[in-house]
């Protein structure tokens, strides 16, 4: 469990196997990163995803296991970055104020 991949691949319980690969799939590009690095990976992956959404304009059904991913990735953000509560408040406000930037968000 030394990379984002292993920390990823170790998680109990398991997510669904529909989310865990299309999780899987979201978060190989940072898949050999430290584990230090999974709050930021699954941030960057969900706020990808996030922003692909907001700019296709997609509401549709057929994106719901997309918007289950970028939620997923965000609350594994933070269950991994509670292992370091001292940081939490800043990367809870650096988190927030990413995904308000997000064109078509409703905080840009």
């Known amino acids: 469990m030394t990379t984002v991949g292993g920390w990823f691949h170790a998680l109990t319980p398991a997510p ?3 989310l865990r690969v299309r999780l899987s799939t979201l978060l190989q590009p940072f898949a050999h990163l430290p584990a230090q690095q999974v709050p930021e990976a699954c941030l960057n992956a969900g706020e990808r995803l996030l922003d692909e959404l907001l700019a296709s304009g997609s509401t549709s059904r057929a994106t719901a296991l997309d918007l289950l991913a970028v939620d997923a990735l965000v609350t594994y953000a933070f269950q ?12 809870a406000a650096r988190a927030l104020a990413r995904i308000a930037a997000l064109p078509g968000s409703l905080g840009a």
């Open 16 to 18: 669904p196997e529909g």
């Open 80 to 91: 991994s970055a509670a292992d370091e509560p001292a940081l939490l408040d800043v990367r």
